[in-house]
């Protein structure tokens, strides 16, 4: 029998030295300098649009917030050149007592928008998460006004007071009711100033009382009607405890939105009849654009400035709480 030598490495495998493989090098010299280029090409694209979006932020929002404080120390008018005054823009505005009747009167303003803003959309928000059809369609009636232009809104509700042809009056006047003088009467210009800012802004609480509802168990609502709870002791004992935290969150944030109450008033009543409906805002406006006295307007901005931020440090406090 003949045996076939074959020769080495003509057909076997090579026998292994049994040394470990060195590593190859990660790449090229010139290929780790492409690399770091490419890095810091993208990390300087970053940083540029970041820079450009805080010297737009600064710009456009901390400039005019230290420009207004420095405007609080100053006699400004525009007209000549600024003169610096200390506090006697502060003595001044505490001084005049249209100041405390414009607190007085966002402060009734922020009361009654509480009694009637805080409670409408809530229970808005109930009725509607009963209905199982046509729940969309409902939800877009009642996000509908916050949809409409302010300017619009305020128009719309001019006509329904008008004292003449105005359609309150005239629903009034259908009722054999006596007719009303809603804006031009000083016990009822506020409560109508109330009425529109609530129709105007309470969609979006609805659908955040609406959203907050979906989250609620189902699981609670069975047992509380196996137990026989009525529609009023599920609401008191299952509805609002679970909705705690959101319905303190919408009041604080209501209560900051209606101390900054300007439009109303402005396009409605003009902070009559005999300064009835004057809000802070609204003697923030005269003092800078009908007085041309931008440092008592700052003054008064900061005072307005410092009281939001009481308000937001609770905001804060709570929802970190929450948190």
Do not use: C
């Amino acid at each position: 029998m003949k045996t076939t030598v074959r020769p080495e490495g003509a057909g076997a495998p090579a026998a292994s030295s049994g040394r470990p493989k060195e590593p190859k090098p990660a790449g090229t010299p010139k290929a780790a300098r492409s690399h770091l280029a490419r890095r810091i090409r993208e990390n300087l694209i970053a940083y540029a649009f970041l820079g450009a979006g805080l010297v737009v932020f600064a710009a456009f929002s901390w400039y005019p917030i230290v420009r207004g404080w420095l405007l609080g120390f100053q006699q400004v008018t525009f007209a000549q050149p600024a003169q610096w005054v200390g506090l006697d823009n502060f003595r001044r505005l505490f001084d005049d007592p249209l100041f405390v009747t414009a607190w007085q009167n966002t402060a009734w303003f922020t009361a009654l928008a509480l009694v009637f803003g805080f409670a409408a959309p809530l229970a808005t928000a109930v009725v509607l998460n009963e209905f199982r059809s046509a729940r969309g369609y409902l939800r877009m009636t009642v996000y509908l006004p916050v949809m409409l232009p302010p300017i619009v809104t305020m128009l719309l509700w001019r006509w329904f007071y008008d004292p003449g042809p105005g359609l309150f009056n005239s629903a009034l006047e259908a009722l054999h009711l006596p007719a009303q003088q809603w804006l031009e009467s000083e016990n009822l210009a506020m409560v109508s100033l109330v009425l529109v800012s609530t129709w105007a802004n309470m969609g979006t609480t609805t659908l955040i009382y609406l959203a907050a509802l979906g989250g609620i168990p189902g699981q609670l609502y069975e047992a509380a009607e196996l137990d026989g709870a009525s529609i009023r002791q599920r609401l008191w004992h299952v509805t609002l405890p679970q909705m705690r935290f959101i319905l303190m969150i919408t009041l604080l944030l209501q209560v900051l939105g209606t101390m900054q109450v300007f439009i109303e008033p402005y396009i409605l009543t003009g902070g009559g009849p005999n300064d009835a409906t004057v809000t802070v805002l609204l003697l923030l406006f005269r003092y800078a654009f009908v007085y041309s006295d931008f440092g008592l307007a700052s003054a008064m901005s900061m005072v307005l400035f410092v009281v939001l931020g009481l308000f937001s440090l609770v905001y804060l406090r709570l929802t970190r709480s929450k948190g």
